[in-house]
């Protein structure tokens, strides 16, 4: 059956490119409105060519698309993939236009080629060679679901799918992406942190006034500075009182498995220019770390940052700031926890708005879903499977796993330098077979476990 699949895979490999070309052709940014509804309609085309029966949901926002087929089988795999894109500023650092899909040395280059459009166009690719070993029948359903607000957050997905879990019964899902590790070994990832994004606002007066005043006149820079300095310590730790009441350690397969996994030491120094780690961390203490949760600034806006001087005292200043949260927090009552702390160190004065959340989730290390995405990665790639217990990032992956009650994994077209988000996003036409073969053969299986 394998040499079957593969031998369709490759056979229409080229096709399928083209297909992931096209629909990258198409603009949808989210974070923009551009061109999210007729991207959304490319999906529902797309989907119905490959015999699904399809779904459009309208949202607030932009449409969530489901596509269903069934199988031999009563079980079936959900596949999670969506269509917005990241803004694809700044336009002059791509080589070629990020709307312009362009294959050169051996990999394809758009916005979307990766994230996620390519690895929408794989996994149709694997259905189709599933399909042809079978004679046309799949061994088991399969549902995607493809949603057009991912990169903003997906507010309105978790909704979405409390409102519709009779339609999206099924026993383990695929993620919205994956692929190999600096070494070329599949990772599988079993889980996803949680994130609470808000901003920090504060008005010391209702305009900025001149620097010679400093002596009387509020500054809401250093206003918002002192509040931020209570959040954290240079020790790292976050000094919100019961920031750490719920944070659930990880599991003894958690450790062995992190202690296995390559830490990346050199390779994470050399890409990011690191010179020294968070807490002076090195070896597998690097990836240990993912189960801590953490406090960041993504930026500070206050007073005059322009070309040479402007002696003005900031009337405004704000500040973003993301948490991430590991099993069990929850960013309700982290959010509770930060105005409580903020209001008992004097700074009641300092709004708190709320920017989004994603909860934390987890799939068991050994579980059975697992062992076959593992065990699958291993026979395509020819190299055992990396099982990561916690990635660093967040996904809506808890909008699935909880209300449907199901395993989720993901594995897919990536490797260490897709580009993604950032200009030249690309993805390599070998890469993408290979998660094509990958995804078939876990397809495969799946109505056996």
Request: proline content about 6%; overall charge negative.
């Given at each position: 059956?394998?040499?079957?699949?593969?031998?369709?895979v490759?056979?229409?490999?080229?096709?399928?490119?083209?297909?992931?070309?096209?629909?990258?052709?198409?603009?949808?940014?989210?974070?923009?409105?551009?061109?999210?509804?007729?991207?959304?309609?490319?999906?529902?085309?797309?989907l119905?060519?490959?015999?699904?029966?399809?779904?459009?949901?309208?949202?607030?926002?932009n449409?969530?698309?489901?596509?269903?087929?069934?199988?031999?089988?009563?079980?079936?795999?959900?596949?999670?993939?969506?269509?917005?894109?990241?803004?694809?500023?700044?336009?002059?650092?791509?080589?070629?236009?990020?709307?312009?899909?362009?294959?050169?040395?051996?990999?394809?280059?758009?916005?979307?080629?990766?994230?996620?459009?390519?690895?929408?166009?794989?996994?149709?690719?694997a259905?189709?060679?599933?399909r042809?070993?079978?004679?046309?029948?799949?061994?088991?359903?399969?549902?995607f679901?493809?949603?057009?607000e991912?990169?903003?957050?997906?507010?309105?997905?978790?909704?979405?799918?409390?409102?519709?879990?009779?339609?999206?019964?099924?026993?383990?899902?695929?993620?919205e992406?994956g692929?190999?590790?600096?070494?070329?070994?599949?990772?599988?990832?079993?889980?996803?942190?949680?994130?609470?994004?808000?901003?920090?606002?504060?008005?010391?007066?209702?305009?900025?006034?001149?620097?010679?005043?400093?002596?009387?006149?509020?500054?809401?820079?250093?206003?918002?500075?002192?509040?931020?300095?209570?959040?954290?310590?240079?020790?790292?730790?976050?000094?919100?009182?019961?920031?750490?009441?719920?944070?659930?350690?990880?599991s003894a397969?958690?450790?062995?498995?992190?202690?296995?996994?390559?830490?990346?030491?050199?390779?994470?120094?050399?890409?990011?220019?690191?010179?020294?780690?968070?807490?002076?961390?090195?070896?597998?203490?690097?990836?240990?770390?993912?189960?801590?949760?953490?406090?960041?600034i993504?930026?500070?806006?206050?007073?005059?940052?322009?070309?040479?001087?402007?002696?003005?005292?900031?009337?405004?200043?704000?500040?973003?700031?993301?948490?991430?949260?590991?099993?069990?927090?929850?960013p309700?009552?982290?959010?509770?926890?930060?105005?409580?702390?903020?209001?008992?160190?004097?700074?009641?004065?300092i709004t708190?708005?709320?920017?989004?959340?994603?909860?934390?989730?987890?799939?068991s290390a050994?579980?059975?879903?697992?062992?076959?995405?593992a065990?699958?990665?291993?026979?395509?790639?020819?190299?055992?499977?990396?099982?990561?217990?916690?990635?660093?990032?967040?996904?809506?992956?808890?909008?699935f796993?909880?209300?449907?009650?199901?395993?989720?994994?993901?594995?897919?077209?990536?490797?260490?330098?897709?580009?993604?988000h950032?200009?030249d996003?690309?993805?390599?036409l070998?890469?993408?077979?290979?998660?094509?073969?990958?995804?078939?053969?876990?397809?495969?299986?799946?109505?056996?476990?």
């Amino acid at each position: 059956m394998s040499t079957q699949i593969d031998s369709f895979v490759q056979a229409n490999l080229d096709a399928y490119i083209v297909k992931t070309a096209r629909l990258c052709a198409q603009p949808s940014v989210s974070a923009k409105g551009e061109g999210t509804h007729a991207c959304a309609e490319r999906v529902v085309e797309i989907l119905t060519q490959h015999g699904f029966r399809v779904q459009k949901f309208a949202t607030p926002g932009n449409p969530i698309i489901v596509g269903r087929v069934e199988g031999h089988s009563a079980r079936t795999l959900l596949f999670y993939n969506h269509y917005d894109v990241q803004p694809a500023e700044p336009l002059e650092l791509w080589t070629t236009p990020p709307f312009e899909p362009t294959i050169r040395d051996g990999a394809l280059y758009a916005r979307g080629a990766k994230d996620d459009k390519g690895e929408f166009i794989a996994r149709l690719l694997a259905v189709e060679a599933v399909r042809a070993a079978h004679d046309g029948k799949l061994p088991c359903g399969v549902t995607f679901v493809v949603e057009g607000e991912e990169e903003i957050g997906s507010p309105h997905i978790a909704e979405f799918v409390r409102e519709h879990t009779d339609l999206l019964q099924s026993n383990g899902a695929i993620w919205e992406e994956g692929g190999i590790d600096p070494d070329g070994r599949p990772e599988i990832g079993l889980g996803r942190r949680g994130v609470l994004s808000v901003e920090l606002l504060v008005e010391t007066m209702t305009r900025d006034a001149h620097s010679g005043g400093a002596h009387n006149l509020p500054n809401a820079a250093w206003r918002l500075l002192w509040a931020l300095a209570t959040l954290k310590g240079q020790d790292e730790h976050i000094r919100i009182p019961g920031f750490y009441d719920h944070v659930r350690p990880p599991s003894a397969i958690d450790l062995k498995l992190l202690e296995a996994k390559p830490h990346y030491e050199e390779w994470t120094r050399k890409t990011f220019g690191v010179k020294e780690f968070v807490r002076g961390l090195t070896g597998h203490a690097l990836n240990r770390a993912v189960f801590e949760p953490t406090c960041n600034i993504q930026g500070i806006t206050a007073g005059y940052q322009g070309a040479g001087n402007k002696t003005v005292i900031p009337a405004r200043a704000s500040a973003k700031l993301d948490f991430r949260l590991v099993p069990d927090q929850s960013p309700d009552d982290i959010f509770a926890k930060l105005r409580e702390h903020l209001d008992k160190q004097g700074f009641s004065d300092i709004t708190i708005e709320w920017h989004g959340a994603m909860w934390p989730s987890k799939v068991s290390a050994d579980d059975p879903f697992v062992e076959l995405t593992a065990r699958t990665g291993a026979e395509v790639y020819g190299l055992a499977s990396v099982r990561n217990p916690m990635g660093g990032g967040s996904s809506p992956v808890y909008a699935f796993a909880k209300p449907l009650n199901i395993p989720v994994v993901t594995c897919g077209v990536g490797y260490a330098n897709n580009r993604t988000h950032a200009p030249d996003e690309h993805v390599r036409l070998q890469d993408f077979q290979n998660a094509a073969r990958h995804i078939a053969r876990i397809l495969d299986g799946f109505a056996s476990l």
